[in-house]
């Protein structure tokens, strides 16, 4: 009896199947190979939402369409490709590829409600927080190339 309570309480505690918590906040996602005991390591993530993500393409690569999966929405009308076997390496690789797309969107949607909430919390005019915001502000240098005095810079 006791057992079973303490099941339901790890259940209620993961958001999303496949995935868990490491104890200094990053979401892991591992999906074990059929007919083994190994496991794939599908990264570690900043939300659930992207290690559940990475999980669901991996379990969709190794049991197609009729997998149990966190997101079944995103994967209505795919099919697996034709291929039936494949590598550990590539389905880490595309699952890896899917959660950290999904992390980079969930980081910066987060970044930029906390920049707004910022914004309003310091009593920015809404075309200050706009002009903030634009996209102006979001261009990022490339590290790899030297300054161009020519170029015109804003910063």
Do not use: C
């Not at 209620?12 to 190994?38: D, H, L, T």
């Amino acid at each position: 009896m006791e057992e079973r309570e303490n099941r339901k309480r790890v259940r209620s505690e993961k958001p999303y199947k496949g995935i868990r918590m490491r104890k200094w906040g990053k979401w892991v996602a591992e999906i074990r190979e059929p007919n083994k005991r190994s496991r794939i390591w599908l990264g570690s993530y900043s939300s659930p939402i992207a290690a559940a993500r990475a999980y669901d393409t991996a379990v969709f690569y190794l049991r197609g369409p009729s997998a149990r999966l966190n997101f079944p929405e995103v994967f209505i009308g795919e099919n697996k490709a034709d291929a039936h076997d494949f590598s550990a390496a590539f389905i880490r690789k595309k699952a890896t590829e899917v959660g950290a797309k999904i992390d980079a969107i969930e980081t910066t949607s987060v970044h930029n409600n906390d920049s707004q909430h910022k914004l309003q919390q310091y009593g920015s005019s809404s075309s200050n927080s706009s002009e903030l915001m634009s996209p102006k502000f979001d261009k990022k240098p490339d590290l790899n190339k030297l300054p161009d005095p020519e170029e015109d810079s804003d910063y």
